[in-house]
C-alpha cells in the first residue's frame, strides 16, 4: 500500500519537474564590477534530440547586451534578448552548450537573475514543441505542446490509482 501512495506522489511532483529552469539555464559569474565585461553559458539538457532552439530571455537591467559567440554546430542570431539557432542534424546528450552571452555591467551585480520568457525546440521530426509562451499566444501559429497532453495521462493515473486503492479496501472488509 505504501508502494502506490509514493508512486502516486511522485507522478504529483512530475509537472514541477518539467521547466524551463530544468531545460535552458544561462551560467553567469557572480560579484561582477561596473563597466566589466562578463560572459554566461547558455546551456540546454534535454534527453530529447534538438535542431533548432528559440529562445527570449529577461535579464538584470543594469546589464547591456554586447554579443551572442554560437557554438561552432549551431546556425542562425541572437539580436538582444533572443536567441535563434538551428541546425541540419540533431543534437544529442544532456547539458550540452549552445553559444555564450557577452554583457558590460552598468553597476555593481552580486547575482545574474534572468527569467525565460519564450522557449521552443524543434524535434528531430522537426516538430515545435512550445515550452514556455509568456510573450504571444498566437493561435494562428502550429505549435505542440506536451504539458496538456502530460496532465491528461496523469489525472487518468491518479483516477486509476484512486479505484484501485478503493476496491482494495472493499476486499479488505469482505474478508473480515
Same mark, same amino acid.
Given at each position: 500500500m505504501k508502494k502506490l501512495y509514493i508512486i502516486l506522489l511522485i507522478y504529483l511532483i512530475f509537472p514541477l519537474l518539467v521547466s524551463a529552469e530544468n531545460m535552458v539555464s544561462i551560467n553567469c559569474p557572480e560579484n561582477i564590477q561596473k563597466n566589466t565585461e562578463f560572459t554566461c553559458d547558455v546551456i540546454v539538457n534535454t534527453e530529447y534530440p534538438v535542431n533548432a532552439i528559440d529562445m527570449q530571455y529577461k535579464i538584470n537591467n543594469n546589464v547591456e547586451f554586447i554579443e551572442f559567440a554560437k557554438?561552432?554546430?549551431?546556425? @542562425?542570431?541572437s539580436i538582444e534578448n533572443r536567441i535563434s539557432i538551428y541546425s541540419d542534424t540533431?543534437?544529442? @546528450? !544532456?547539458?550540452y552548450?549552445? @553559444?555564450t552571452l557577452k554583457f558590460k555591467a552598468?553597476? !555593481?551585480i552580486g547575482k545574474i537573475d534572468y527569467t525565460i520568457n519564450y522557449l521552443e525546440y524543434s524535434d528531430k521530426n522537426y516538430r515545435s514543441n512550445v515550452i514556455v509562451d509568456n510573450? !504571444?499566444?498566437?493561435? !494562428?501559429?502550429s505549435k505542440h505542446n506536451c504539458k496538456p497532453l502530460i496532465i491528461v495521462v496523469m489525472i487518468i493515473i491518479v483516477i486509476i490509482l484512486i479505484f484501485y486503492i478503493i476496491r482494495r479496501k472493499g476486499s479488505n472488509y469482505e474478508k473480515k
Open positions: 557554438d561552432d554546430f549551431w546556425q @542562425g542570431e540533431e543534437k544529442d @546528450g !544532456n547539458n552548450s549552445v @553559444g552598468k553597476s !555593481n510573450v !504571444n499566444h498566437d493561435v !494562428n501559429k
